[in-house]
């Protein structure tokens, strides 16, 4: 009966769009011809497979696979998946303010929102559930899970969780509400006259947060010399709240952005329309390789109109602009239909991918543009910063902690353990002999890149009959020494990340945000530079 529907979908559509063969030509022929084939090739399989089929997940694998083919960000969007959309743009979804991840058999909490439903009823990160509404979650996914527990506001759910510590499962009723999660979760001084404030996400109201939060730190200190923005780690989300952040610091009339695509109701010009909150106050923009989309548009314009220096390493490289089609059934397809130019002319989108990352374009390929001030940007692959940092990126032993969740079980037991900590900012971890007892009590091992291209290279002077089987060993020795002390060598990134984890069991987000405005070069050098007026100038003049 589905096939049937589905059949007589495709005839009816083919003849309302005018996509008849008998009529059609050129490339519309070429479309209802090929849906055509892939109706009767659906009926076929339909029809003759061994087993039954999914028309879903079928047709869900057949969507996926011609969408595969575009940009990474052109998807088709079920259902069930909505809901995931709408926190990206409002910042708010109903359900229980809780993110999970699978580890075993069962999806373990791993984040709570500050006060929540979960956080009131008593769920703790490291809880394993194993069933909602008494349906099993066992061998479940995340999505699986998350699916089950989201609802209408006023329902409620009966969790049964599993707790290290405890002798037997637990019973949880906790009522959902709409979850609101906060797109500032830090702002304050981090000198005496310096401000930051650390935007997370573009979702609704976020330039107004920001603008408040800059607003309290002035009337707190009417001296402030300047404002660190904190874009690091952020996705993006609405372009308009990238526009009223730039107007935060630029006047009426500032062209931020323009979108160009095939379709002419796509193309825009973003400007400013308000007043500035402060048009002069020193700005400096942080970002990382995880900064995309809006965060782009903000750093990139206020670069382009010499308005912030932006400190960091290369963003994300993200320029292309997505719309949500309804094609149906409360079914969306986010279609790229258009990229965005910043002030300068340039489009910071990367144009090229490999398994679906953008891969690093080399400055002499990628066009240039000049700023307000005549300085030299460049076009794809992201936005470069006026000041490069290096970037303390988890690797090797510390991303194999993170990745094998020894840092996330350590701080687990931790947390059954004391009841409190000192405040995020003063708490300070200090038993790292525990931590490596724990370690080995989890038969803690990793596999290196070296220790991986061994066994390539072993396996390739095997195919070619090369005898280098001693030499190859001695290596593997050398290298299993050399790890013995990889533990010690990376004390204290693996320091700072039990810091952080722990942190977050007793102050969630915001908790971990302060404890590393604690210990963070990258603020650091940004406090300095807006410290020295003469350099920051000079920066902006294209004179550094």
Known sequence: MIMRTSIKFLAAFMLFAGLNPLRGQGRYFDISKNLEIFANAYKEVNHSYVDDLDPSKVMRSALDAMLEGLD??????????????RIQTDGKYNGIGAQGFKMGDFVVITDIDENSPAHKAGLKAGDAIVSVDGQSAMGKTEAE????????????????????????????????????????????LVSENVGYVYLSTFTREAARN?????????????????????LRGNGGGLLNEAVNLVNLFVPRGEI??????????????FKTINGPLDENIPVVVLLDKMSASASEVTAGALQDLDR????????????????????????????????????????????RYRNGEPVDIPESERAQFK??????????????????????????VVKALLDQHII????????????????????????????????????????????????ELKTIASSENFALDTDIQALENRIKAAKKNELNNNKARIMHEIEQEIVGR?????????????????????????????RYRAILAGNS
């Open 408 to 455: 996330f079980d350590f701080a687990t037991q931790f947390a059954l353990k004391h009841e409190s900590i000192d405040s995020a900012e003063a708490f300070t971890f200090i038993d790292w002999d525990g931590f490596m007892q724990f370690a080995k009590s989890k038969n803690f091992d990793y596999e290196s890149v070296s220790e991986k291209k061994l066994k």
């Open 210 to 230: 920001v603008g408040n939060a800059i607003q309290a730190m002035k009337n707190q200190n009417p001296d402030m010399k300047g404002v660190i923005l904190d």
């Open 145 to 188: 899970v998350l699916a089950f527990l989201r609802g209408f506001p006023g329902t409620e759910a009966d969790l049964l969780i599993r707790r290290p510590g405890e002798n037997k499962d637990l019973k949880i009723k906790l009522t959902r509400e709409e979850v609101d999660i906060p797109n500032v979760p830090h702002s304050g």
């Open 371 to 396: 700023t307000r001030n005549g300085r030299t940007v460049l076009d794809g692959g992201g936005v470069k910063p006026d000041v490069l940092l290096p970037h303390d990126t988890a690797t090797g």
């Open 308 to 351: 912030a220096v932006l400190m960091g390493q290369r963003s994300y490289g993200k320029g292309l602009v997505q719309n949500m089609l309804d094609i149906g059934y409360n079914a969306r397809v986010k279609v790229t239909t258009a990229k965005y130019y910043i002030p300068s002319g340039r489009c910071i989108q990367a144009v």
């Open 256 to 269: 931020v952005a323009v979108t160009k695509g095939k379709v002419r109701e796509w193309n825009n010009t």
């Open 506 to 534: 007793y102050y969630f987000q915001r908790g971990k945000v302060r404890k590393n405005l604690k210990n963070d070069p990258e603020v650091d050098a940004a406090v300095k530079l807006l410290n020295d007026e003469a």
């Open 72 to 85: 990474p960000y052109t998807n088709y969007i079920s259902e069930t998946d909505i809901e995931g959309y």
